[in-house]
Nanobody, 115 residues
Framework: QVQLVESGGGLVQAGGSLRLSCTASGIIFRLIVMGWYRQAPGKQRELVATITSGGMTNYADSVKGRFTISRDNAKNTGYLQMNSLKPEDTAIYYC?????????WGQGTQVTVSS
């Protein structure tokens, strides 16, 4: 059974940094396209960043230059380094694994940025 577990969320002041982690089990991690999504109160879930099995990355315009997605296949873990955080980055952040066309989600981790 596929399981994704996020960690690393919290409360930070504007301009600060956080690093989110997503550890996967029950899946051949090196084969997945991993993504980070977020959902703010009253808004739809939106894509933040993705990274392919080959390491190609893609970012939402709102986070380009501030966030970095990465992965460590040996640890079955993906990361989202978030710098220069803004209050509008406040949301629940979800890890996603796209594995042979199936989508799997973590439980989410709250990120709150105070002004």
């Amino acid at each position: 059974q596929v399981q994704l577990v996020e960690s690393g969320g919290g409360l930070v002041q504007a301009g600060g940094s956080l690093r989110l982690s997503c550890t996967a089990s029950g899946i051949i991690f090196r084969l997945i396209v991993m993504g980070w999504y977020r959902q703010a109160p009253g808004k739809q879930r939106e894509l933040v960043a993705t990274i392919t099995s080959g390491g190609m990355t893609n970012y939402a315009d709102s986070v380009k230059g501030r966030f970095t997605i990465s992965r460590d296949n040996a640890k079955n873990t993906g990361y989202l380094q978030m710098n220069s955080l803004k209050p509008e980055d406040t949301a629940i952040y979800y890890c996603n694994a796209n594995y042979y066309g199936g989508h799997y989600w973590g439980q989410g981790t709250q990120v709150t940025v105070s002004s």
